[in-house]
C-alpha cells in the first residue's frame, strides 16, 4: 500500500522537472541562420522567476521568465560569417543549438506560387538536376526553414517546423522562388542565407491579417460577411463526407503526376472554420510565432487569392504590410510579384478581367515606403496558374533587394512602368518610368488598346520613340482611355534595355491644349 504514495511524488516531482525545462522556440534550432548587422531576439519558455542566460559568439545575456512563462533576451548586433558557432540556453537544464551562422534572413510568404516547390509535379527533370547541382556548390550556405503549422483561432506563441540545409538531398522540398532569391543574394553576398517559408496556396490576403488589425480596415466586415455565409453549409455530416472523399482520391491519386492529372475530379474542400481560407487565421498559425525573429526583409507572391474582390485588395496588402512591420519593430523592406500571366491568351481588345484588377490593385503596396515589385507577366503559362520557371521571379526579387537593400550597383533593376501621358492630335504620347534601352520583343508594339468616342475598345497601333511610345489608332481618333496588357494572359511587347518586361497598366485620356 506505500507504493501508491511514492510513485505519486515520483510523477509530480517529474511533472515539475518537465515544466522547468526552459524550452526554445523552433526557428532557434540547428543550422539556424542569425540575421546579421541587427540586434538578435531570442526568445523561449521556463518557469515563473527562473533565470536563462543565453550564449552566442562570446555573447551572454541572461533574464528571467515572467509570470506567463515567457523570456527574451536581445544579442548585440553580429558580423556575417560562415563559421558554425553554438548557441547556448541555460536555465535549470541546458539546450544546445549547433551550426549556427550569421547572414541574410529573408521571409517568404503568400500562397502557391511562393510554396510551389523546386521538385512539383510541372517541373521540368533538368530543373530540378541543375538545383540539386547548384545545392551541392553552395552547401552548406543556405538554410530554409519550412513553417509546417496550421491555422489557428487565437496568434500562436510558436510554430511548427526546422532549419534545413539545401543541398542536393533537401533541395526538392524547397520554395523555388525563395530558391532562386537565396542563391542569388549567396552568389552576390558571399555570405549565409536564410530563407523563412511561410506560405499556403489558394490564400487570400485577409488571412494573413491579425485580427485586430483587418477588423480596423473599411472591408472587414463585408469579409466576416462572407465568412459566416459561407460556414451556413457546414456540419459535422458534411465535414465527415468530404474527409472520407478526400482519403478516397489521395489513395487513387498516390503520385504527384496523377494529381495533376485528375485535379479536376478533386473533391472540393469544404468550408469549415478550421479553413486555410478562414480570415486571420494563418497569420495566427504561420506568422505570429515567427515574430519578431530577426529579418533583413520579406518577399510576397499573393495577389489571385483576392480576385472575386479586386476593389478590397489594395487596402488589405497596405493593411499586411504595416502589422507585420509594427509587429516586428522594424520598417522591413517588402517586396511583391506582380500577378503572372495565366489562362487562354488575349484575343480581344476588350478583356477586362478580375486578374488585370488585381494587378492594378496591388499598386497599393508602393504607397508605402521601402516596398517594390517585380514583373511577372511574362513568365505565365496557359495550362497552369503555377508556371513551372521560377528562376527569373527570384532573379528579379534578389536584384531589387540587392540594389534597394545592399545597394549594390546592378543596373536597371525595376521593370518600365507607366509614367504619364501627353495628347499630339489623335496620338498618345506615353512616357514611361525605368525605360533606359526600351525596344519591342519582337519588333512590334502590341498589346495597346485605345477606347473609341463611342466606348469601344481597339487594338492601337504604335511605335518606340526614344523611352517614350507614340500610340494611335485609325478607330479612335479621339482616344478615351488607353490599357495595355489589361487580360488574363495578355498580348505584352515592350521591354527595357535589361530584358523586363513593361508592367500592365490603364488610364483615362483627355483632351490637352
Known sequence: MKIFPLLAVLVCAGTASVRAN???????????????????????????????????????????????????????????GDQP???????????????????????????????????SSNVAPQTLAEAKTQAAGVRPAIRFFMTL???????QEDVAGKWV???????????????????????????????????VGGTAAEVWIPKKELDATSVAAAIWKRHQDALAGYTAETAAKYKAEEVAWEAANPTPALKLKNAASRPKEIYSPESHHAPVRLYNGKIAGLEPYAIKGIIWFQADGNNAHPEEYSELIQTLIRTWRAHWGVELPFYYVEMNNMHALQTKPDEDRPLAQIREAQNGALQLPRTGVVAAIDLGIAENAHFPVK??????????????????????????????????GDKVRVSLKYADGLRSRSGEV????????????????????????LLWSAQAPKPQALRYAWAENPIISIENGAGLPLRPFRTALKAQN
Not at 53 to 58: E, G, I, P, S, W
Not at 149 to 155: C, I, L, V, Y
Not at 394 to 418: K, Q, T
Not at 461 to 468: S, Y
Open 22 to 80: 526552459v524550452k526554445l522556440a523552433a526557428l532557434f534550432s540547428d543550422h539556424m541562420v542569425v540575421q546579421a548587422d541587427t540586434p538578435v531576439p531570442v526568445w523561449g519558455w521556463a518557469e515563473p522567476g527562473e533565470e536563462v542566460t543565453v550564449t552566442l559568439a562570446a555573447q551572454s545575456k541572461t533574464t528571467q521568465a515572467g509570470t506567463d512563462r515567457k523570456w527574451k533576451v536581445t544579442l548585440d548586433k553580429l558580423a556575417a
Open 85 to 119: 558557432q553554438t548557441l547556448t540556453v541555460t536555465g535549470k537544464n541546458t539546450l544546445t543549438v549547433k551550426d549556427v551562422v550569421v547572414g541574410e534572413t529573408w521571409l517568404c510568404s503568400g500562397q502557391s506560387n511562393m510554396s510551389y516547390k523546386i521538385a
Open 149 to 155: 503549422s496550421r491555422g489557428a483561432d487565437e496568434p
Open 165 to 199: 540545409i539545401a543541398e542536393p538531398e533537401t533541395i526538392s522540398t524547397c520554395s523555388a522562388v525563395a530558391w532562386y532569391f537565396g542563391l542569388a543574394l549567396h552568389e552576390k553576398l558571399h555570405t549565409p542565407v536564410g530563407l523563412i517559408v511561410s506560405a
Open 391 to 424: 528562376k527569373p521571379v527570384g532573379d528579379r526579387l534578389a536584384n531589387l533587394a540587392l540594389s534597394e537593400v545592399y545597394h549594390l550597383p546592378l543596373g536597371e533593376v525595376h521593370s518600365p512602368e507607366f509614367g504619364g501621358y501627353k495628347m499630339e
Open 446 to 469: 502590341r498589346g495597346f488598346v485605345l477606347q473609341n468616342a463611342d466606348g469601344h475598345w481597339v487594338w492601337a497601333d504604335g511605335k518606340v520613340d526614344g523611352n517614350d511610345l
